[in-house]
Each structure stands twice: as C-alpha cells, then as structure tokens.
C-alpha cells in the first residue's frame, strides 16, 4: 500500500489541538527521532506518515498535491485554492481555531455600515484624492472574490506582512480585511466590521487533495473523524 502523508501544524496551540483532536478518535502520532522532529507516523491507520509544517504552508501543499491530507484553517485552505477549482476538500470540521475573515474600517466612518456604502464612497474618495481606496490584507485571493461578488470596485490592496489591523492608523490603508474571533482588537484600533462584512466564518478543518479522495483512507478518516464521540 502506498504510503500517504498527513502533515499537521508545526508548533503552539493549533499543533497541540491536532494532535489531541485526532487521539481523540483513536489516531496517535509518533514522531520520528526527537519531540522535535518535523517527521512521524501515525498509529491506527495504515501506512501514513505525518509532516509538521506551518499553517499556511499545509494549505499550499493541499493544493500543489505534495501532501495528501491537512489539518489547517479554512481561511488559509480558501485563500490558496479557490474552492470552485475543487483541488481540496474539507474531509471533516474540527472543533477549534475559530475565527471570522471580515471587512473592516474606521469606526469614525459613519455613513459607512455596508460593502454598498463602501463603493459609494469608493467614487467620492477617488474623485476627492485621485486614487482609489487602499485594502490591507493578507488575504488577496479572497478580498478580491469577496469584493467582487459585491460589486465593489474602486480599490486597490496592499499585501500586509505585519500588523494588519494598524495600517489605518499609519496611513497605508483605509481598509482591512483580516481575521478576528472577538474583534477586541479592532475595537482598540478604532475599526468596525461592515454589517455585511463576514467573508468567512472560519475553524481548523482536516481537507485532502483531490487525487486521494477515492482512496479508502480518505474514506476511513472522513467515518473517523465525523463520528461524535
């Protein structure tokens, strides 16, 4: 039987829930060498060994077939692989890393409460500064579907490397789209949420990469993983 590889996150919190949410349904990882390789095998399922990445780059793998199945969030899933492409899919939700992908902007704004309002003030702004309405995310691929399925045009984004929510106050953006799970901070940064302004309410998901889905360890991780137990 071929071996396939499930890779988990590498480190902190999100590492310690993966491992724990899949011993919870009789899955154990042994790593390989010292607690700190990045290499293991997983017991109570045929031939499948375990990579630790980040985050981030498990969703890249997913999508690129350099791994079989992934524990990541589904921000991070749905920024790499547009879910029309059908490359990856979710095999099971699991019950943590909770977070939303929204829209945010200054709480000052206050004509400003819908993506609506935000293209209206998209054309005064341009017409006011003669340049459009600057986006900072890390999210590109879903600002840009997101804004498009809202008919919302007048804008251009700025990749964010740092401290998303603090680009308005410095002055390189008017706008955010970042993750949240209270919004705490955003309220400290003087921001708001658009009331339609949720692209995605997001959790950890364990997905596979489309060339697997027939195989029966796909099959037996999507009975697994979906049983209540």
Same mark, same amino acid.
């Given at each position: %039987? ?7 996150p590498?480190k902190?919190?999100? %590492? =310690?829930q ?11 990882? =042994? ?9 293991g ?36 899933l ?6 029309? =492409?059908?490359l ?26 819908? %993506? ?6 998209? /054309? ?19 600002t ?8 919302v ?11 998303t /929510? ?7 953006a /008017? ?10 901070t ?19 998901v ?16 999507? =009975?697994?993983?979906n049983?209540?137990?």
């Open positions: %039987m071929k071996t396939l590889t499930l890779a988990i590498s902190g919190r999100l %590492m =310690e993966s491992v724990v949410a899949l011993e919870d349904h009789g899955l154990t990882i =042994e790593r390989s060498g010292t607690d700190r390789g990045y290499r095998v997983l017991k109570g399922m045929a031939s499948v060994e375990v990579a630790f990445l980040s985050a981030a780059e498990i969703a890249q793998n997913l999508r690129d077939g350099n791994i079989d199945f992934g524990v990541t969030g589904q921000d991070l749905d920024e790499k692989s547009n879910p029309a =492409e059908k990856v899919q979710i095999l099971a939700p699991l019950d943590f890393g909770f977070a939303n992908v929204v829209v945010a902007v200054p709480a000052c704004w206050l004509d400003v409460a819908s %993506m609506a309002d935000l293209d209206d003030v998209s /054309e005064s702004f341009y017409v006011a500064h003669a340049r459009r309405l600057r986006v900072a995310t890390k999210y590109l691929n879903l840009r579907r997101f804004f498009a399925e809202k008919g045009t007048g804008y251009r984004i700025v990749e964010s490397l740092g401290a /929510e603090g680009a308005p106050a410095a002055g390189t /008017e706008i955010i789209v970042d993750i949240t799970t209270t919004g705490s955003l309220s400290a940064n003087h921001l708001k949420i658009l009331d339609d302004g949720v692209i995605l309410r997001s959790s950890a364990f997905a596979a990469n489309h060339a697997v889905l027939t195989d029966s360890r796909a099959v037996e991780f999507r =009975e697994i993983l049983k209540t137990n």
